[in-house]
């Protein structure tokens, strides 16, 4: 999702080499798995751009070993196979490298990760920051939301019952934030950490409502739930973070429900 959308924003200003695991048109074919052998032989590069890996919670949780090999190994391979002295690394972690017991991590707060997904987020962050790249921790990308999205729409035209989660709370960023903070962090060759976030945050029953709202639906057919057990240990209640002084400059950074309300216009 944020790999094509980057690639189709950054491929007139840069000669762009997209890679894909799988067979993706335009996209050079990249497992991190495979052998080095076998990957593309693509050299003198000025930046590398890393959005691959295993990226769902509990798909992370029931194969740490595989989840790790792909996430971590595969990133400290594609730096030892493809960096050159003065190329930089872009990585993209998470808000879950904290505990989320509050709003507004900066990037001096403890790291307290909580599932096997931000573990490896975090070990991945120092292998990147060793070689002088750029963690980027940026918040929910509005667009994840779409199959929730659907579903809900589906069930409300058929008058039935939506349920969303209690007590968990997401701050949403769009395409467009991360393609400019991407974008100004090329130019500057920027290096460390920033920090990528909404203003203010939204939870699912608030967003339950404003679809209601938006398709004329009575919000009695929200029935919000519990966190299943499973997950109680390894979600977040919050997810806010404490921009960087420059990303307020670079992006035009708004609160959750501004961006959901924005969003569903586009796609209901």
Known sequence: MIGSFLYKKLKNKYHIFPTSSGKKKNFLNLNLLNKTDNWPKIFKLDAIIFLGGMTKILDCEKNKILSKKINVNGLKKVIKFYKEKKTQIIFFSTTAVFKGNKKFYSIYDKKFPSNEYAKQKLLSEKIVLENKGLVIRATKLVDSLITLIKKWKSNLKNNRKIRPFLNINLALVTKKN????????????????????????????????????????????????????????????????????????ITSIKNSEEIINSYLNKVL
């Not at 967003?207 to 009575?218: F, G, Q, Y």
């Open 178 to 249: 991360i393609f400019e903070v991407v974008n100004y962090s090329l130019k500057k060759e920027k290096n460390g950490i920033i920090h990528l976030s909404a203003s203010e945050e939204i939870n699912y029953i608030k967003i339950a409502e404003i679809l209601c709202k938006k398709l004329k639906k009575n919000k009695k057919l929200i029935e919000p739930i519990k966190v299943p057990l499973k997950m109680t240990n390894i979600v977040q209640k919050h997810s806010t973070l404490k921009n960087n002084i420059v990303v307020k400059k």
